[in-house]
């Protein structure tokens, strides 16, 4: 028993030392507050403090600091000596510490090169004005936020990268992304949004904006009036029931638009975004509509303006009927996903190879196929098509009688027939 101790004591040591020693290896010149830890980590000169017990910010930080890490303690207070002389600092972490509106001095993160700042998870109920006007990337997850202020982002103008997920917004001011010409992403995922919280135009000044999500909001309706230089557009788990007619034709660069309301995402940076970085997901452009979202006719307006579209998910709705040029709007369509619907037939047209020049996969199964001579062209291509239409196993007819419940891998294109 003594000796397991003394082995175990003795593990641990050598234990230490080792973490010590390497952790030697990789330290600032300059001397270290304690608690921190100061390493040169991805290319910066980085001091962690994160979950230390401190209660202020550290003395003595070494003024090559780059990368700032306060997070997860309790720090009642910033004030402008707190930062004085960090003029290398380009990023700090202040997420979980208990911040509330009047905890930092204005002009205490006034820094010449901090310009990524995260304040997620703290007490605030605005925007602070304190935040450094340098900054390009803001996190601001898990506040209080109920409301977007007109005023909110006044001296935030560069600003390219935002996260306000996990907030409780309801209501956006006109205005209120006026000054945020240079935005690129925003992230505007698990809070409070309905229709009636955008109000119009409120992102005419955002020429830059490539991605917008909305992700688990109440939303019934898709935006309007978003910029052309949108890339994605994430919906998913909102309540929207239709698609707009022409909807997306203002937003001819759209790359990846995504509906899915199924699924419940616990947590938004691990399940639904591991979900969308499968590689079909990612290269592609996808249109996920799933449920009972779609239901009956997909007409030749549907999906005007998608021409950059590659993959279309039409999975598991009760999509009836497909107009003959529903799917010509989408020319660099790649993939068709349409296996269980209700579509009994479809037109040739419908498919055109010459229409459809990228076409490459189709997937029709769980469709209660009418297996008539009018459907005798879609078995015919099942071995010699353009494109590949997978699964001919699966995929079964549901009338006429005499075929109902038939595999097209059991058919012929002959047994296609219509009564006379
Ligand atoms: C401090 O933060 C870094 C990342 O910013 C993380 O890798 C590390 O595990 C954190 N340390 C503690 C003690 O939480
Ligand atoms: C915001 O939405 C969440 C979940 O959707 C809900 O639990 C919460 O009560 C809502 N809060 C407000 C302030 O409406
Ligand atoms: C839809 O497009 C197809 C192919 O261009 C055309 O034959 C058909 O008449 C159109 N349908 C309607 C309702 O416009
Ligand atoms: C499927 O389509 C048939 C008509 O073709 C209709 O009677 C039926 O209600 C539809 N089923 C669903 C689930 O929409």
Not at 209 to 237: C, E, I, K
């Amino acid at each position: 028993m003594c000796s397991l101790i003394s082995y175990a004591i003795s593990f641990l040591l050598t234990l230490t030392l080792l973490l010590t020693l390497s952790d030697g290896a990789y330290q600032s010149p300059h001397p270290c507050p304690q608690p921190c830890r100061c390493l040169f980590f991805e290319g910066l000169q980085s001091v962690y403090c994160n979950r230390t017990g401190i209660t202020a910010v550290p003395r003595g930080i070494p003024a090559d600091t780059q990368l700032l890490e306060l997070s997860g303690n309790s720090i009642g207070h910033i004030s402008v000596g707190d930062m004085a002389g960090l003029v290398n600092l380009q990023q700090l972490y202040l997420s979980s510490i208990g911040l509330l509106a009047n905890s930092v001095d204005n002009g205490a993160l006034d820094l010449p090169k901090l310009d990524t700042i995260d304040m997620s998870g703290n007490n605030l109920y605005a925007i602070p004005t304190f935040l450094s006007t340098r900054m390009i990337t803001l996190w601001f997850l898990d506040n209080h936020l109920t409301e977007l202020r007109s005023d909110s982002f006044f001296k935030y103008g560069l600003l390219q990268y935002l996260d306000l997920s996990y907030n409780t917004i309801k209501n956006i001011q006109p205005g209120t992304f006026n000054p945020l010409k240079q935005l690129e992403t925003l992230y505007i995922p698990f809070n409070n949004l309905t229709d009636s919280s955008f109000p119009p135009n409120v992102f005419l000044k955002n020429s830059n904006l490539q991605l917008l999500s909305v992700r688990f909001n109440q939303l019934r309706h898709t935006l309007r009036d978003l910029p052309p230089s949108m890339t994605d557009l994430d919906y998913v788990g909102n309540q929207i029931t239709t698609l707009p007619a022409y909807g997306f034709r203002s937003l001819p660069n759209l790359k990846t638009l995504a509906f899915w309301q199924g699924q419940v995402c616990t947590f938004f940076t691990r399940t639904c975004i591991s979900f969308e970085k499968r590689d079909d997901l990612t290269t592609h452009i996808i249109l996920m509509i799933l449920d009972d979202m779609i239901s009956s006719t997909i007409t030749n307006n549907t999906f005007t303006g998608l021409s950059g579209l590659q993959t279309i998910y039409l999975d598991l709705n009760q999509i009836s009927k497909l107009e003959p040029g529903a799917l010509y709007p989408l020319k660099s369509l790649n993939a068709l996903w349409m296996s269980d619907n209700n579509v009994t037939t479809l037109s040739s047209e419908a498919l055109d190879s010459d229409r459809l020049p990228q076409l490459s996969t189709v997937y029709i199964d769980g469709n209660p196929w009418n297996c008539d001579c009018h459907l005798r062209w879609l078995r015919s291509a099942v071995d010699h098509a353009r494109y590949a239409i997978q699964d001919p196993h699966l995929i079964t007819c549901a009338s006429p009688p005499p075929l109902a419940g038939k595999a097209w891998d059991q058919l012929k294109p002959s047994d296609f027939v219509c009564k006379r």
